[in-house]
């Protein structure tokens, strides 16, 4: 998503992690952009080590972005975690709290934090929150109630934002995936390969999907082309929702 942005022309796309330094995957993205005519110098893409839990230290990377680039267009709140299997009767308060607290609480200091520079500049933007499929259906035989209660807040999250903010040409929007094949799915998927074809089977397409195929969908939700959209749910399943 960072590189689709860059791409398309943001002058700056900074990506916010927990860990100290960033990954093989974000030095690769940087190296890339850094070869593309017309991208290359420094600070096209930075890396801040901050936990979006820490609604204080959310705040405090957006006014450092908003005093350095004068300006904040667009945000997406991508933080989450999947806990394994869990009868949902015996959910333990801990865990169940440890979702909550990076999929709904580090989404909104996210949102915040990107708003708040948003609302401070007068130029508008947009919020980008990362929800999914899950938050609007329930995984078939997944006991996963952390997970898919938490990205049902995010489309609640969306709408109510999407509904304060409004006024002040500020759009807020969600982004529900289906199955794809991240980091987070491939830590579960590779040690169980046979649910890699289940998941596939379950939706019209017949396969799960690539990161990259949400890149068109992020890049006209962060624009002016999508300048009349606010409060919704865009959906990019491979068909799951309509059997």
């Not at 509904?163 to 500020?170: A, H, M, N, Q, T």
């Not at 002016?224 to 491979?238: E, K, P």
Request: hydrophobic share 40%; glycine share 10%; net charge neutral.
């Amino acid at each position: 998503m960072a590189m689709a942005l860059a791409e398309a022309g943001a002058r700056a796309v900074y990506c916010v992690d927990l860990p100290k330094q960033p990954g093989e995957e974000w030095a690769k993205v940087r190296a890339y952009l850094a070869r593309m005519e017309g991208l290359a110098g420094e600070g096209r893409l930075e890396y801040v080590s901050t936990d979006v839990r820490d609604q204080e230290a959310m705040w405090k990377v957006g006014e450092m972005i908003g005093d350095r680039e004068g300006r904040m267009d667009a945000c997406i709140a991508a933080a989450g975690v999947l806990k394994t299997h869990t009868n949902c009767l015996e959910y333990p308060a801990k865990q169940f709290q440890d979702v909550m607290d990076v999929n709904v609480n580090g989404v909104l200091f996210t949102a915040q934090a990107a708003g708040r520079q948003m609302d401070r500049f007068g130029n508008g933007g947009s919020i980008i929150l990362i929800a999914s499929m899950s938050g609007s259906i329930t995984n078939k035989d997944h006991a996963w109630v952390s997970y898919n209660t938490s990205k049902s807040a995010v489309l609640q999250m969306t709408r109510s934002m999407a509904c304060e903010l409004g006024p002040k040409r500020i759009r807020v929007n969600s982004l529900s995936p289906g199955h794809i094949y991240t980091n987070m799915t491939a830590a579960y998927l590779d040690t169980q390969p046979h649910l890699l074809e289940k998941w596939a089977s379950l939706n019209p397409m017949g396969r799960i999907g690539r990161p990259d195929e949400l890149r068109g969908v992020v890049t006209w939700l962060a624009s002016d082309a999508s300048s009349f959209c606010t409060g919704s749910d865009i959906l990019v399943s491979g068909g799951h929702h309509a059997w």
